[in-house]
């Protein structure tokens, strides 16, 4: 059983940084593409940061420079660095992970339940 599970979360003034942890069972996380999604209120969810299982990363426009995607393959788990945080990365982190084999910037076969960050002004 897969399992992802997402901890960092929490309220950060603008400017701030804060670090999200996935921690993965059931799928090696250096075999498959994973990735970061978020969901803001009222808005779609959309990929923030993906990596593969050869390390090629992708990044959105809006957080590119400012977020560093990351994996510790002896300890299963995928990072998100987020620095120089603003208000409007307020939302809903979600670690996800792609279909074994699959080289998709998109890993969206497996979500975690997710964790929320708040921005302040």
């Known amino acids: 059983q897969v399992q992802l599970v997402e901890s960092g979360g929490g309220l950060v003034q603008a400017g701030g940084s804060l670090r999200l942890s996935c921690a993965a069972s059931?799928?090696?996380?250096?075999?498959?593409?994973m990735g970061w999604y978020r969901q803001a209120p009222g808005k779609q969810r959309e990929l923030v940061a993906s990596i593969t299982s050869i390390a090629v990363t992708k990044y959105a426009d809006s957080v590119r420079g400012r977020f560093t995607i990351s994996r510790d393959n002896a300890k299963n788990m995928v990072y998100l660095q987020m620095n120089s945080l603003k208000p409007e990365d307020t939302a809903v982190y979600y670690c996800t992970a792609g279909v074994a084999g699959s080289s998709s910037q998109y890993p969206e076969e497996y979500w975690g339940q997710g964790t929320q960050v708040t921005v302040s002004s």
């Open positions: 059931g799928i090696i996380v250096s075999a498959r593409s």
